[in-house]
């Protein structure tokens, strides 16, 4: 049933049929896996069964409960703790008072190695029982736009997040040659933040502002790891096939790899260190509470009672016309100004895809691949500022790496050169798509 998202589960006599995966529907990083049905027998679940049912799994263990007490109330403690074949599993379950759950999941995040889990129980023990690794909760990309209100939609997204920083977040730690978990990390953080501001209209407080700052701050961490390996994998290479006998681009490549070493060492200091396990769970404390928004003021409460539709139809209509203005004249702007105009294309771009409509979104989806184009024709102009930046902090006193640098620069400036045509055709096509929101 696993292949159908699906996991049946017997405790104490009781069936249960629950998802491994939300296929479509909300469930947030804090709560448990959506059940479908339970009764005392499968046949009476009301659900069609496969005839050749076997057992993959089991996890046994013992739960112990206790109480602990904090300024804003008691929170009652179950520490569940037991092993699916030879791995040791456990769950923690706080409940109380909204703010008393965060303080006690905070001080348990910043004390000891506990986090959000990334998957129910059942998917976990399959997976160990299995020696498979342990599935993303989502398995695709952010659903389409919903919700009962502004801040239904507000949490749906940034539940999201929180379940992509879940699942990259392992990897990206482990290190190696594979530079998709720091690149999934980076552009969630960014999607997270642009979240953030898009719903700041009407769901703008401290708590959520504090989340962006710290969201702001790992960002500068993954940072310089995405660029390095940018320029180590793709940049470099593709300098390098120009000047195929060229030595010292081989020299430059040893310097660039042992600074992407440097900051990927940096990069996982801080995904095991308490302050990135107390983000995940402060993230997943503002997706599933409402208790923080008593702290919105007048403004922010008026906007977050817009229906979602209002509400989205005026964050995409500022996002857009920003863009608009941005490419007045694109002919002739200058690469400062492309590079604010990139900017500004993939704010308006997160935005969308957060607000893209359940129904009739292929005008959506036209409109946000054609910025997506743009921002990756503008991404070609922007490489010779982030090169120039790059190879400006390596070590080069004695300027052994000069020749090199400049044959990088040199290069990196004739292919921006290339492709301003294609900017050019990308942000017309962009600016005759009607808007889907209006």
Request: hydrophobic letters at 50%; charged letters at 15%; zero cysteines.
């Given at each position: 049933m696993r292949h159908a998202g699906l996991a049946l589960t017997e405790e104490r006599g009781i069936w249960r049929l629950t998802r491994l995966i939300p296929?479509?529907?909300?469930?947030?990083?804090?709560?448990?896996?959506?059940?479908?049905?339970?009764?005392?027998?499968?046949?009476?679940?009301?659900?069609a069964l496969p005839p050749d049912l076997a057992p993959v799994a089991t996890f046994e263990g013992r739960a112990a409960t206790w109480e602990t007490h904090t300024e804003t109330g008691p929170v009652t403690v179950t520490l569940l703790r037991g092993?699916?074949?030879?791995?040791?599993?456990?769950?923690?379950?706080?409940?109380?008072?909204?703010?008393?759950?965060?303080?006690?999941?905070?001080?348990?995040?910043?004390?000891?190695?506990?986090?959000?889990?990334?998957?129910?129980?059942?998917?976990?023990?399959i997976a160990a029982v299995g020696g498979e690794a342990t599935p993303s909760r989502h398995a695709a990309g952010l659903q389409p736009f919903g919700g009962d209100d502004v801040a239904a939609a507000f949490a749906h997204a940034l539940g999201y997040f929180v379940d992509v920083l879940l699942h990259y977040a392992p990897l990206a730690a482990a290190g190696g040659s594979d530079t998709e978990p720091v690149h999934q990390m980076r552009v969630t953080v960014r999607r997270a933040r642009s979240a953030i501001a898009a719903f700041r209209l009407g769901l703008g407080c401290p708590d959520v502002l504090a989340a962006d700052r710290d969201l702001k701050a790992l960002g500068g961490v993954l940072g310089p790891v995405r660029d390095w390996d940018v320029f180590a994998t793709e940049t470099l290479p593709r300098v390098a096939a120009g000047f195929p006998n060229e030595a010292r681009l081989n020299r430059l490549g040893r310097a660039v790899e042992r600074q992407r070493e440097a900051c990927q060492a940096a990069l996982r200091t801080e995904l095991l260190a308490p302050g990135f396990r107390q983000l995940l769970v402060g993230l997943a404390w503002l997706s599933a509470s409402r208790s923080w928004h008593a702290t919105l003021g007048p403004e922010e409460q008026a906007a977050s009672a817009l229906s979602p539709e209002a509400f989205a139809s005026r964050v995409l209509e500022r996002r857009w016309k920003k863009v608009a203005a941005a490419g007045k004249e694109i002919d002739s702007l200058d690469v400062a100004a492309l590079h604010g105009l990139r900017l500004r294309a993939k704010r308006a771009r997160y935005a969308m895809e957060i607000f893209q409509p359940r129904s009739h979104s292929k005008p959506a989806r036209r409109m946000i691949r054609r910025l997506s184009t743009l921002q990756q024709h503008l991404g070609l102009l922007n490489d010779s500022a982030v090169a120039a930046q790059l190879l400006n902090s390596l070590d080069?006193?004695?300027?052994?790496?000069?020749?090199?640098?400049?044959?990088?620069?040199?290069?990196?400036?004739?292919?921006?050169?290339?492709?301003?045509?294609a900017i050019l055709r990308t942000w017309m096509k962009f600016r005759r798509t009607p808007r889907f929101w209006s």
């Open positions: 296929n479509g529907e909300p469930w947030l990083a804090t709560e448990p896996a959506p059940e479908l049905a339970q009764a005392l027998m499968p046949a009476d679940l009301g659900h092993a699916a074949g030879e791995t040791a599993l456990a769950r923690l379950t706080l409940d109380g008072p909204d703010s008393a759950v965060r303080a006690v999941a905070l001080a348990l995040a910043g004390t000891f190695r506990v986090t959000v889990p990334r998957a129910s129980l059942a998917a976990a023990s080069d006193k004695n300027g052994r790496h000069g020749y090199a640098v400049g044959l990088v620069l040199g290069y990196l400036a004739a292919s921006a050169a290339a492709v301003r045509p």
